[in-house]
């Protein structure tokens, strides 16, 4: 499925905006899809790992589900969204091809 975003430029003939649509290709969204699975798998070790020193320092119970859902818990809060990246890129793409934001800005 190919990601696109629509972002709205101005062309000084008239005060409403034109929207753009961008696309991601198929290598570019590959690329994105990857990146945040390296970064997401270590971001759950190191949840997991905290959810350990903090189920220590508490001298709480080390049940395996308790540690679990404290690290799905930090995860969740950590995790940078792929969509995010995907949103960013197709930015960028867009300002490579119609100009600065200061000329796109409405």
Not at 7 to 15: A, I, S, V, W, Y
Not at 36 to 54: P, T, W
């Amino acid at each position: 499925m190919t990601f696109s975003k629509s972002f709205p430029r101005t062309d000084g003939k008239t005060n409403y905006p034109i929207w753009e649509e961008i696309f991601l290709g198929d290598a570019e969204e590959k690329e994105l899809d990857e990146k945040a699975r390296r970064v997401n798998v270590n971001l759950m070790k190191e949840c997991i790992e905290d959810a350990r020193l903090i189920i220590d320092a508490e001298n709480m119970r080390d049940y395996q589900t308790d540690l679990t859902r404290m690290a799905i818990a930090l995860f969740e809060k950590r995790t940078s969204h792929v969509v995010y990246w995907k949103e960013e890129a197709a930015k960028d793409k867009f300002d490579s091809k119609f100009g600065s934001p200061e000329q796109t800005s409405l």
